[in-house]
């Protein structure tokens, strides 16, 4: 399985620049004629390019989601009921990488759809299928870590989450990446729980209703919270901008005995900081200071340049050959009636060539000239020979799924946490059109390399051999369990 090196935060950077606030103003409602003409596209567009359109549907299940978006644009719509529509569609595919992407819509309508003043002030996950706090900013310290949410504005969480779970974008059955997408960490310019919130179930003044049990009271209790502006969920993100020069990393030496590489994202396409100096002047110093054990936080990081196979590299002794997907596409040339709607960085992906040949009724396999050895890594000096962790869990679902899977078949590194993203099966991705759907102006996401297992695979994502979760009180106290995990192996390992 090669690193999909394209993420989707990159593709927005693309594309969302292109469009400024203000130059065209978002669209309010369109007709029935001009949603039908843009499902003509898109349904031409996915049966024609999409590998992984029937991966888990049938064509005659594809044709009923097809006639159900058809259905439900059936008339004069909003802009938010159109793109609520074409996220409920798009989660049918049960695709990781294919959505009406935040990030590639126009200027006017990421501004009209996603950047509302109605955040939920706090930041939560969800814990067996339960909102649980874990930072408060909304002062009230009800609202303390460890607080469970039960409803917003009269509904349910439980509801909420439901209705959410069928927008969201993950892989086949790992309904793990669905909730943490729909958690809020911190990590994102557009957090997918605050998106849906606003468009489901829209403030109607600066705050909302919460009912909520706070850890330890008798009982729950209704309370109202100002809401954040979107500006100020910005401002608390906990990850670095992907532009600049500033590191996006940290490797932490304060204690000899355990070194800890914290890596919040891999998407690192606009940032001029050199990740790759990083990394081997990181692997020198733990080199040359003999630390004896290293984690690797990929928590909450999706995935996005290849920074796997680079720490691979350094912990590998000897060459190694990974198990190989077989990379798919649907098309060979882009249907030239579809070329005014397709939007890419690289042209070559309209039209493949001879790297695209036959492999049977449906496919071509795709054959390009990186692909030589791209299966194969070779060690990198200097060879970190201590004991790894990798700490993992839903959010890894593209290139940091990729280096997890790796890292346990190579037997390099322990994975502590919860199940990843991605799935075994393969996911699609690795080159993308830009779908924009002529009338309504969004752009709707089109994976066109599909990975396919050589072999027989779950539908599931990867299960880490140390497998915790957090508690209601772990969340309340602020422990670190994954932390608390690796420490606890090291020391029932003894000198």
């Not at 557009?190 to 009271?217: I, M, N, Q, W």
């Not at 040359?288 to 002794?317: F, T």
């Amino acid at each position: 399985m090669r690193a999909w090196g394209i993420i989707l935060v990159y593709l927005g950077l693309l594309a969302a620049d292109r469009v400024h606030a203000g130059d065209v103003p978002a669209p309010t409602s369109f007709e029935r004629p001009a949603l039908q003409a843009d499902v003509d596209v898109l349904q031409q567009a996915y049966e024609a390019m999409h590998p992984g359109l029937y991966r888990y549907n049938t064509p005659e299940s594809m044709r009923a989601h097809f006639a159900a978006l058809r259905a439900d644009l059936n008339g004069r719509r909003s802009l938010v009921e159109t793109y609520l529509a074409l996220s409920r569609f798009a989660a049918q595919i049960r695709c990781g990488h294919t959505y009406a992407n935040f990030y590639n819509q126009p200027r006017a309508i990421q501004h009209a759809l996603f950047e509302h003043d109605d955040r939920v002030p706090f930041r939560f996950r969800w814990l067996d299928g339960k909102m649980v706090v874990t930072q408060n900013y909304s002062g009230n310290p009800a609202m303390r870590p460890g607080t469970q949410v039960l409803a917003i504005d009269g509904m349910p969480a439980g509801q909420l989450l439901a209705r959410m779970m069928a927008m969201a974008r993950a892989d086949g059955s790992n309904d793990a990446k669905r909730r943490a997408l729909l958690e809020v960490q911190g990590t994102e310019k557009y957090e997918t729980f605050d998106v849906y919130l606003s468009l489901l179930r829209p403030a109607t003044s600066a705050g909302r209703r919460y009912r909520v049990k706070p850890l330890g009271a008798a009982g729950p209790v209704e309370i109202e919270l100002t809401s954040l502006s979107y500006a100020k969920r910005l401002a608390q993100r906990s990850v670095p901008d992907e532009k600049g020069a500033a590191p996006a990393w940290t490797l932490d030496l304060a204690d000899p005995e355990l070194a800890v590489l914290r890596m919040p994202s891999w998407a690192l396409y606009n940032s001029s900081w050199d990740w790759q100096a990083f990394l081997q002047h990181s692997f020198e110093q733990l080199d040359a200071r003999k630390v004896p054990a290293l984690v690797i936080d990929l928590r909450e990081n999706e995935g996005g340049m290849d920074a796997g196979n680079v720490l691979l590299a350094h912990l590998l002794s000897a060459p190694r050959t990974f198990p190989g997907y077989r990379r798919l596409v649907r098309y060979r040339k882009a249907p030239q009636s579809l070329e005014p709607y397709l939007d890419t960085w690289d042209p070559s992906f309209k039209d493949w060539g001879d790297a695209a040949q036959p492999y049977d009724a449906r496919f071509y396999l795709l054959k390009r000239s990186d692909d030589v050895d791209g299966n194969t890594i070779a060690p990198l000096l200097p060879r970190y020979r201590g004991r790894v962790f990798v700490l993992v869990g839903a959010s890894n679902s593209s290139a940091t799924f990729e280096f997890a899977l790796r890292s346990k078949i190579a037997g390099v590194a322990t994975l502590v946490g919860q199940t990843s993203g991605g799935n075994r099966r393969g996911i699609n991705g690795g080159a993308f059109f830009f779908l924009r759907l002529p009338n309504t102006g969004l752009e709707m996401d089109l994976p066109l390399i599909g990975q396919f297992a050589e072999t027989d695979q779950p539908d599931a994502g990867l299960e880490p051999d140390v497998h915790v979760t957090s508690s209601l009180a772990d969340i309340a106290a602020s422990k670190d369990v994954e932390m608390a995990a690796v420490r606890a192996a090291l020391s029932h390992a003894g000198p």
